[in-house]
């Protein structure tokens, strides 16, 4: 390249980088006349500043719209820079979607049932002079700043590690299959006291004041492996029936529960975590859950089994999927001793010599939770041997109007040697329904049952009485006392439901459950039912909160029902 050539593309680089800081200056300028007509207060009008024709294609607004920010107001004509959007204009060509016919009458149904929440929370509102929680989505002007977190509350004893504390984890011990144990004891539990006055029609009268203890010692050896002692000092169990410590106020006398029976001890683990040696390349699938002990047990939401404590070996194989399956946990459990039976015409009764087996697995789908379970009771007399099967599933509803939660339940029992009070035949229907009302953080749920025949479940303990205590408040017993159900919870020929309206105050320290529910028999044996009742609950701290219920009742040809009752408990 000569010099000449040199001068003449030093004089286009000269012109090209001069022409990019006008331009450059130029928009500068333009941003800063545009911030100070933005800050003057006397100005009520932008005037149009000259802009590059490529770029005024893209900012001028062609329809002039006064536009208002705070106190100020700015007009924008054409040729003139505004820095706001567009506004949107309603399409009317565009069709609204309208919800299906069944869409319509379903969440139309519901939605007329949530009627009676907002009078409701007013009513409780004034009663307990808490507010009641709503959600707010409105951003506040001002930074909250660090709100301080709440300590955590430590539990009765921990030894070597603290229950979710932060902290280094200690060193551990090699056992000689491998396992690496970091062994620490924690000791933790609830109590529970109350005042009890029951009268429901049928049953004896109750009026009392009754505690319970449950203590519980746990010796955590690794993340899978522990061994748990469970005590419930207060309250006796003595042939199927619990005796708790405390004072008849009735008959002028006191209570005596005290023992030292043991409720809970188990040990489970993991067969791969315990003996790592046998799969150090993690290649034999031998991840298999146990347990072996004393230990509570449920399955089917306690439909078809629900115990406090029965003997028991359960062996787990867990995280399988595949095929449309995220996940599949079967459960093979055998049990040899302390299995209470589900009376149909009285309190349930702990079996003589009874075994039980069974099969019991959960299925992770896209849209569902499915269980599917089976369980076979019998005994050496063959007298009341029963086969329980159960099928449910789990999901979420998304609807037209709101998103509701559900689970369905299909059971059946049947005996093998002749239907009896502890082994009857028959079918269980049951439906839970739940959901949030918009623009509230409460909730309302419905559950619906029906029993055809004689359904018995494979066992229940002494105070889970029948199958329809998961039915709500109602068909519940209080699990302290002879506080019993309002409504009868056996699920023999009875077709029946319930329905509920939880709300919340004082920031979720407070809450209302209101309910009304009854059943109807179907064998035309005139034993309908229904009641109402509320349960009032409140946090005192991190440790104590009182609860208080009460209902009515009315069945056929019996006087009115009712009780109340007052409770503390303590989680330590």
Same mark, same amino acid.
């Not at 980088?17 to 928009?27: E, K, S, T």
């Not at 076979?376 to 789990?394: K, T």
């Not at 509920?500 to 529910?517: H, M, N, S």
């Given at each position: 390249?000569?010099?000449?050539?040199?001068?003449?593309?030093?004089?286009?680089?000269?012109?090209l980088?001069?022409?990019?800081?006008?331009?450059?200056?130029?928009?500068c300028?333009?941003?800063?006349?545009?911030?100070?007509?933005?800050?003057?207060?006397?100005?009520?009008?932008?005037?149009?500043l000259?802009?590059?024709?490529e770029?005024?294609?893209?900012?001028?607004?062609p329809?002039?719209e006064?536009?208002?920010?705070?106190?100020?107001?700015?007009?924008?004509?054409?040729?003139?820079?505004?820095?706001?959007?567009?506004?949107?204009?309603?399409?009317?060509?565009?069709?609204?979607?309208?919800?299906?016919?069944?869409?319509?009458?379903?969440?139309?149904?519901?939605?007329?049932?949530?009627?009676?929440?907002?009078?409701?929370?007013?009513?409780?509102?004034?009663?307990?002079?808490?507010?009641?929680?709503?959600?707010?989505?409105?951003?506040?002007?001002?930074?909250?700043?660090i709100?301080?977190?709440?300590?955590?509350?430590?539990?009765?004893?921990?030894?070597?590690?603290?229950?979710?504390?932060?902290? #280094?984890?200690?060193?551990?011990?090699?056992?000689?299959?491998?396992?690496?144990?970091?062994?620490?004891?924690?000791?933790?539990?609830?109590?529970?006291?109350?005042?009890?006055?029951?009268?429901?029609?049928?049953?004896?009268?109750?009026?009392e004041?009754?505690?319970?203890?449950?203590?519980?010692?746990?010796?955590?050896?690794?993340?899978t492996?522990?061994?748990?002692?469970?005590?419930?000092?207060?309250?006796?169990?003595?042939?199927?029936t619990?005796?708790?410590?405390?004072?008849?106020?009735?008959?002028?006398?006191?209570?005596?529960?005290?023992?030292?029976q043991?409720?809970?001890?188990?040990?489970?683990?993991?067969?791969?975590?315990?003996?790592?040696?046998?799969?150090?390349?993690?290649?034999?699938?031998?991840?298999?859950? #146990?347990?072996?002990?004393?230990?509570?047990?449920?399955?089917?939401?306690?439909?078809?089994?629900?115990?406090?404590?029965?003997?028991?070996?359960?062996?787990?194989?867990?995280?399988?999927?595949?095929?449309?399956?995220?996940?599949?946990?079967?459960? #093979?459990?055998?049990?040899?001793?302390?299995?209470?039976?589900?009376?149909?015409?009285?309190?349930?009764?702990l079996?003589?010599?009874?075994?039980?087996?069974?099969?019991?697995?959960?299925t992770d789908?896209?849209?569902?939770?499915?269980?599917?379970?089976?369980?076979?009771?019998?005994?050496?007399?063959?007298?009341?041997?029963?086969?329980?099967?159960?099928?449910?599933?789990?999901?979420?509803?998304?609807?037209?109007?709101?998103?509701?939660?559900s689970?369905?339940?299909?059971l059946?029992?049947?005996?093998?040697?002749?239907?009896?009070?502890?082994?009857?035949?028959?079918?269980?229907?049951f439906?839970?329904?739940?959901?949030?009302?918009?623009?509230?953080?409460?909730?309302?749920?419905?559950?619906?049952?029906?029993?055809?025949?004689?359904?018995?479940?494979?066992?229940?303990?002494?105070?889970?009485?029948?199958?329809?205590?998961q039915?709500?408040?109602?068909?519940?017993?209080?699990g302290?006392?002879?506080?019993?159900?309002?409504?009868?919870?056996?699920?023999?020929?009875?077709?029946?439901?319930?329905l509920?309206?939880?709300?919340?105050?004082?920031?979720?320290?407070?809450?209302?459950?209101?309910?009304?529910?009854g059943?109807?028999?179907?064998?035309?044996?005139?034993?309908?039912?229904?009641?109402?009742?509320?349960?009032?609950?409140?946090?005192?701290?991190?440790?104590?909160?009182?609860?208080?219920?009460?209902?009515?009742?009315?069945?056929?040809?019996?006087?009115?029902?009712?009780?109340?009752?007052?409770?503390?408990?303590?989680?330590?």
């Open positions: 390249m000569n010099r000449r050539d040199t001068q003449k593309w030093n004089s286009v680089f000269r012109k980088a001069l022409n990019v800081m006008l331009r450059g200056c130029g928009c300028l333009s941003i800063l006349i545009l911030q100070s007509n933005l800050l003057a207060e006397d100005s009520l009008e932008l005037l149009p000259p802009l590059p024709a770029s005024a294609s893209e900012l001028i607004i329809d002039e006064c536009y208002q920010l705070h106190d100020y107001h700015y007009y924008s004509g054409p040729g003139s820079l505004s820095p706001f959007a567009p506004p949107v204009q309603y399409d009317h060509s565009v069709v609204e979607e309208k919800p299906p016919l069944f869409s319509e009458l379903s969440e139309g149904f519901l939605h007329a049932l949530e009627t009676p929440a907002e009078p409701l929370a007013h009513l409780f509102e004034h009663l307990l002079c808490s507010e009641h929680v709503e959600p707010h989505t409105d951003l506040d002007r001002h930074a909250i700043g709100q301080p977190v709440p300590e955590r509350p430590p539990l009765l004893l921990e030894l070597n590690e603290e229950f979710l504390a932060p902290g #280094f984890l200690r060193q551990g011990i090699v056992t000689p299959t491998g396992a690496i144990w970091r062994p620490s004891l924690w000791v933790f539990g609830t109590f529970r006291t109350g005042i009890n006055q029951f009268e429901n029609g049928t049953s004896p009268d109750v009026t004041w009754a505690n319970r203890l449950d203590l519980f010692t746990q010796l955590n050896l690794s993340g492996e522990r061994v748990l002692l469970g005590l419930r000092p207060l309250d006796e169990q003595n042939n199927g619990r005796q708790f410590s405390g004072y008849d106020f009735r008959n002028s006398n006191g209570l005596d529960g005290l023992n030292d043991i409720q809970t001890l188990f040990f489970e683990g993991d067969f791969g975590e315990v003996f790592p040696y046998l799969d150090p390349y993690d290649r034999r699938a031998l991840d298999y859950g #146990f347990s072996i002990g004393r230990q509570p047990m449920s399955f089917q939401q306690g439909l078809l089994l629900n115990e406090d404590r029965i003997d028991a070996l359960t062996i787990t194989r867990n995280t399988l999927n595949g095929n449309g399956i995220l996940n599949y946990r079967g459960t #093979f459990v055998y049990a040899w001793n302390e299995i209470n039976r589900d009376n149909l015409t009285g309190p349930n009764v079996g003589n010599d009874n075994q039980m087996i069974g099969y019991f697995t959960e789908i896209r849209s569902s939770t499915i269980n599917a379970d089976f369980a076979y009771v019998w005994s050496n007399s063959g007298a009341d041997d029963l086969a329980v099967m159960g099928l449910s599933s789990i999901q979420r509803i998304h609807g037209f109007e709101n998103t509701y939660n689970s369905a339940h299909i059946a029992s049947f005996p093998t040697n002749g239907e009896t009070n502890l082994a009857g035949q028959g079918e269980l229907l439906h839970q329904l739940s959901w949030t009302p918009h623009h509230t953080n409460d909730l309302i749920f419905l559950n619906t049952f029906w029993g055809i025949d004689q359904f018995t479940s494979a066992s229940r303990g002494p105070l889970n009485g029948g199958p329809l205590g039915t709500g408040l109602l068909f519940s017993a209080a302290l006392g002879n506080y019993g159900a309002p409504l009868d919870n056996n699920a023999s020929n009875v077709i029946g439901a319930s509920g309206y939880q709300l919340f105050f004082c920031d979720t320290r407070e809450q209302i459950i209101w309910e009304i529910g059943r109807q028999d179907t064998d035309g044996t005139n034993d309908a039912a229904i009641a109402t009742g509320i349960r009032y609950q409140k946090a005192l701290n991190q440790h104590w909160f009182l609860i208080m219920d009460t209902f009515a009742s009315k069945r056929e040809s019996t006087d009115p029902g009712h009780g109340i009752r007052f409770e503390l408990q303590s989680k330590f």
